[in-house]
């Protein structure tokens, strides 16, 4: 018998609805930047795909996929609000969010080469990207780099995870492209149009994860 798909549902067709509307609106609102609910309207885009996740996947996985979107939403309030604090908040927030998406996808982890390979020119070029940017600004990108070893440690979880949808290593790779250009931006020099790629592949990315948890098998290592 063939699985339900999950967009047959009214309720889900609803809830990725909102989350294309409230995308949309929020990339098209980058140039008015600051306004009133701005941190609102960002992360609402998130919480969307976390009530997604919350009501279709179930057992251990699903809880801690839900916990992730949770506190990437928090990081993007954070990043948001405009407070002394809130940049180091909103990346604290993102480290927790990757060490729950970390404990998902590291189970049943197979070592094929297609799997190390692909692994591993992630893993090179992220750490050269971020030796080239210490290297231009200095120990300020200290936080940045330890951040850098989580999201890293992300993508080579979702990419080794036998059990994993290969959608899910797309999505860290999106992410870890979301983040770079975070990066150039605090250590180089920030880009005027930069705003709308970081955003366009952060919520493509996290989109593309809940997609792929769909589709994975993790319920299997729990049987």
Known sequence: MKPADPFDSNRNKLLAGMFLVFSFGYLLSLPFRPYPLIFIV???????????????????AGKLVFIALI????????????????????????????????????KEREYTRLRILAVAIVT???????????????????????????????????????L????????????????????????????????????VTYYSAQAIIVYGALRSRWNESDQ
Do not use: Q
């Open 42 to 60: 960002k992360s609402i885009p998130i919480f969307c795909l976390a009530a997604f996740v919350f009501l279709n996947i179930e057992g251990k």
């Open 71 to 106: 506190f990437s939403a928090i990081g993007d309030i954070s990043l948001a609000i405009e407070h002394p604090v809130a940049g180091i908040t909103g990346i604290l927030a993102f480290m927790v969010a990757h060490i729950f998406y970390i404990s998902v996808f590291i």
């Open 124 to 162: 090179i070029l992220t750490v050269a990207y971020g030796g080239f940017l210490v290297a231009s600004a200095g120990w300020k990108m200290l936080l940045a780099m330890i951040y850098l070893v989580i999201i890293v440690t992300m993508a080579v979880s979702a990419g080794l995870g036998r």
């Open 164 to 199: 994993n949808h290969p959608s899910i290593f797309a999505g860290a790779v999106l992410f870890i492209i979301s983040d770079s250009i975070i990066g150039y931006n605090m250590a180089i020099e920030r880009h005027p149009h930069s705003s709308y790629w970081i955003m």
